[in-house]
């Protein structure tokens, strides 16, 4: 076996293409690193030369990773991930143990931060840091150790830890039509604008897929108003825009508030709605763990 330095490419490159790789930008990185973009462009430049491939597309308008750069990208990012890991497990107590969890932007508002409060008083010595995204897992660039999403998303190549399940019904604002004379049919649901929330990629539940495991055919395609944002979506149905499908888990409180109410009584329980997945790099650490149980306990827990 060769040693490490007739192999690895110059180490002063690595954090800057590191860096530029994961904003795609080397003005950005420079600005994360306190350099120079002028310096991020030569330590990319260095490494180009040492390995003899180009790493990015330069354009007018900015620069891109080519697949070369993208696969490289993503080894170095786990490689120095692991690095500050072990470095964190190693000072010990000085400074805290940390974790970080990469959370859908709707799960993150809506269910997470209602209840973060009660892990960091059970775990007052883990830093857990909060990334969010409306993009799937397999598009997630910056580093994190567990991560929660929708079932039906791309998860990759990392390890899925548990599931968990959820329950989808319609929801509206208390003031709607629909929820003045409610609980109302099935049938009756199409005579009011529908919220419509359309998932890319297409891995989200919409009204007709809905009807029909209600058992219920309807004409395609149902009136209403179309979202690319869930959340966004749901703030049009507080608002009294329409009728919305809502997940128990970022509706309930909602509900408990009376912000928004429940017009018909069916509902659909999805088994395995939710999925929590540990980073395919990410080490056993206590950290990890403790997320992972306290997560699992509350997935887990009856919806109030």
Same mark, same amino acid.
């Given at each position: ?7 690895? /490419? ?34 990319v430049r260095s490494l180009e030369k040492d390995l003899g491939a180009a790493l990015f597309e330069r354009r007018n308008r900015g620069?891109?990773?080519? /697949?070369?750069? @993208? ?43 209602? @209840? ?28 994190f150790d567990i991560a929660l999403q929708t079932h039906g998303r791309p998860s990759g190549n990392h390890t899925l830890a548990f ?38 990629? /297409? ?27 869930y959340p966004l979506m749901l703030q049009a149905a507080l608002a009294g825009h329409g009728i919305a499908l809502g997940w128990q888990?970022?509706?309930? @409180? ?25 980073? @395919? ?20 827990? /009856?919806?109030?």
């Amino acid at each position: 076996m060769f040693p490490l330095n007739r192999s690895l /490419p110059p180490l002063a490159t690595l954090l800057p293409f590191e860096a530029a790789a994961r904003l795609e930008s080397f003005t950005r990185a420079a600005e994360e690193l306190g350099l120079t973009q002028a310096a991020i462009s030569r330590q990319v430049r260095s490494l180009e030369k040492d390995l003899g491939a180009a790493l990015f597309e330069r354009r007018n308008r900015g620069v891109f990773l080519t /697949p070369a750069g @993208r696969q490289l990208a993503e080894v170095i990012s786990q490689g120095l991930c692991r690095i500050a890991q072990h470095a964190d497990d190693l000072r010990g107590g000085e400074r805290a143990p940390r974790v970080i969890l990469f959370c859908q932007l709707c799960e993150a508002f809506y269910w997470l931060m209602p @209840r973060l409060a009660t892990f960091n008083q059970r775990h007052p010595d883990i830093d857990l840091k909060l990334v969010t995204s409306t993009r799937p897992l397999t598009e997630q660039r910056d580093p994190f150790d567990i991560a929660l999403q929708t079932h039906g998303r791309p998860s990759g190549n990392h390890t899925l830890a548990f599931t968990a399940a959820d329950t989808i019904y319609p929801v509206c604002n208390p003031d709607h039509p629909a929820a003045r004379d409610r609980p109302i049919s099935l049938d009756a649901l199409t005579d009011f604008d529908l919220l419509h929330h359309r998932a890319e990629p /297409p891995d989200w539940m919409e009204w007709s897929d809905w009807f029909t495991a209600m058992g219920r055919d309807v004409a395609t395609p149902l009136p209403g108003k179309v979202f690319d944002s869930y959340p966004l979506m749901l703030q049009a149905a507080l608002a009294g825009h329409g009728i919305a499908l809502g997940w128990q888990r970022t509706t309930e @409180r909602s509900i408990e508030t009376g912000e928004l109410v429940r017009p018909v009584v069916e509902a659909l329980i999805q088994p395995e709605a939710i999925a929590v997945y540990t980073h @395919r790099e990410t080490v056993d650490r206590h950290a990890c763990r403790a997320l992972l149980d306290w997560l699992e306990e509350a997935l887990n827990d /009856p919806p109030c």
